[in-house]
């Protein structure tokens, strides 16, 4: 069952709420008057301000990793909530914060729409004049179509033949750590091994893998933030990605189909046609896909030992809980924290009426909290009962569809963990990613001890 | 209540009693029978559930959801014709004795 909290009966009639299409730039951000931005400043506001009064999409909160704080407010007392804060910049949108109400919207896609040109997947709309189509922003039928054509390289009987491959990389890129010296395991480890198995779903060329990761970073860079690329600049380095891709698609096309991914969309009778903005997307998909979110469990699950020793000290006894833990890993990550979607009639979700064209934020980061749903919710527990019934892959038809890949990628680089290091020491806080949709981890400075 | 017989990828089965409102994605999970993962709970919402009904026993089953068609058009190893998610199968009388056969993998 839903929510379905007191309906008041003014939520029911209102005015449509949702404003038109924002235009470029946008107005500077309303922000709260606060003495700092430290951490606990930011929580002590956020537990006490009027719920009306935040925009919790701004990525200051997310930087500094306090956002749950707000979330769990919403949860209990304003569980379909709409915010207004800042709608010059958004137009508003809708915070779905409990499980039974998130998975209402991820499973009417009858209703809650993914479209691009409606603004896509995430909170902040698509830019309007870069508009890439890609099947997770797609309704059906073409979105069923063009997912399929990707299926394979991600299906149970592929993911085996890649499991030696992994293992190798993996055992490659742990034995190179430096003992007793501190060092970014953001760098040296996360961005390394996901680079480096993107590159093989692309047969891209190794050398040159990095750049995935930079094109990654771009597609997702809020071109507001200072030392980010502008609007336009960042139009013109997704453009030079397309170009680059343009070239192995033009020599795949006229040879024989191989199993990589560029070859499976340039072969595939349902994408080989497709216009050069949405291979883009689809390029742009695949990779933030597979490089954002692997990237960050990756790095989460050495915070989250660090931050709960006891659990820790369990999966040293007992390394049969790799696999539990790597579902808790994801779930408590949540490395993507929300979807989007967009509604395509009038609806009634928790008791409150949604018009056509709001905005609805599912917040995953949110359902993965919920103590209606999840017993102990705040609490990382390595062996944790039935660990798979998370929100962070989504569901409905837009579920990830590599899921499987990262579980393997997380459960092959912590046995090759447990094999080689007793312990990874966290030496400070990590930097945080300041956004609202990629939950995770500028850089994380850690040692194994000598 | 309802017997039913999970039957493995590789053939190894599981004959669990299942009772009367429960699905049988449900009696996979609490009886420890692996192969069924079930991670969204049972909203037809992940397809981590799919197994194969023998047409004689598909007869005795409601018709399948628009969304169970759609996410199990999703998953590994569809077949139109006995693909079905357990999560979607609520444990009968009517249903004892069933057998359902698994995917290798759940995707």
Redesign the interface.
């Known amino acids: 069952m839903a929510t379905q909290p007191d309906t008041n009966p003014d939520d029911l009639t209102g005015e449509h709420r949702t404003r038109p299409n924002m235009t470029w730039p946008f107005p500077p951000r309303e922000r709260p008057d606060l003495p700092d931005l430290k951490p606990e400043t930011l929580a002590a506001y956020l537990t006490t301000a009027p719920l009306d009064a935040v925009d919790i999409a701004d990525p200051m909160w997310w930087e500094a990793d306090v956002e749950q704080v707000f979330l769990k407010r919403l949860r209990d007392e304003a569980p379909v909530h709409f915010t207004d804060v800042n709608a010059d910049r958004h137009r508003g949108y809708w915070s779905v914060t409990r499980w039974e109400d998130i ?1 209402a919207v ?2 009417n ?1 009858q209703v809650y729409s993914s479209e691009a040109s409606m603004g896509g997947i995430t909170l902040f709309d698509m830019d309007p004049d870069f508009i890439m189509p890609m099947f997770i922003a797609m309704d ?1 039928p073409k979105h ?1 179509v063009q ?2 054509a990707v ?1 394979p390289i ?4 592929n ?1 085996a033949g890649f499991e030696t491959l992994i293992r190798e990389r993996t055992a490659e890129v742990l034995d190179c750590l430096p003992r007793g010296e501190v060092f970014d395991w953001v760098d040296r480890v996360s961005i390394e091994l996901t680079s480096r198995m993107l590159a093989t779903l692309f047969d891209w060329p190794q050398e040159e893998r990095r750049k995935l990761t930079y094109w990654s970073d771009i597609s997702t860079s809020d071109p507001e933030l200072p030392g980010n690329p502008s609007k336009e600049e960042r139009q013109v380095i997704l453009m030079g990605m397309l170009q680059e891709f343009m070239a192995l698609w033009n020599d795949r096309v006229n040879a024989e189909p191989k199993t990589d991914l560029v070859s499976m969309l340039a072969h595939n009778p349902a994408t080989r046609n497709m216009p050069p903005m949405e291979f883009m997307g689809n390029l742009v998909l695949l990779i933030v896909g597979g490089n954002d979110t692997t990237r960050n469990s990756i790095s989460g699950g050495v915070y989250f030992l660090n931050q709960n020793p006891a659990e820790y000290d369990k999966l040293r006894a007992n390394p049969a809980l790799i696999e539990p833990m790597v579902s808790e890993i994801i779930r408590y990550q949540t490395p993507l924290a929300h979807m989007r979607r967009t509604a395509l009639e009038d609806t009634i979700l928790g008791g409150k009426r949604i018009h056509k064209g709001d905005k609805v934020v599912m917040w995953y980061i949110s359902g993965n909290h919920d103590e209606r ?1 999840i017993e102990n919710p705040d609490a990382f527990i390595i062996d944790r009962p ?1 660990a ?3 929100m962070s ?1 989504g ?3 837009h ?1 990830c569809v590599g ?2 890949l990262a579980e393997l990628q997380l459960k092959i680089l912590w046995e090759e963990i447990l094999k080689r290091f007793e312990r990874i020491e966290l030496v400070e806080e990590p930097e945080r990613v300041p956004s609202a949709f990629v939950k995770g981890y500028k850089s994380m400075m850690v040692r194994i001890p000598a | 209540m309802a017997h039913i017989t999970y039957v493995e990828h590789d053939g190894t089965s599981h004959v669990v009693e299942v009772a009367d409102g429960v699905s049988l994605m449900e009696g996979a999970l609490s009886n420890g029978v692996p192969g069924i993962d079930g991670d969204c709970g049972g909203n037809a919402a992940c397809a981590t559930c799919h197994v194969f009904v023998a047409p004689t026993w598909l007869e005795k089953l409601g018709e399948r959801s628009e969304m169970e068609v759609s996410m199990l058009e999703l998953a590994d190893e569809y077949r139109p014709e006995t693909s079905r998610l357990a999560c979607q199968i609520i444990a009968s009388p009517l249903l004892d004795g069933m057998r359902v056969d698994m995917p290798a993998t759940q995707h």
């Open positions: 998975m991820d499973t896609h059906q069923d997912r399929k299926n991600v299906s149970g009987p993911l749903a039935r798979r019934q998370h892959f569901f409905g038809i579920r899921n499987r």
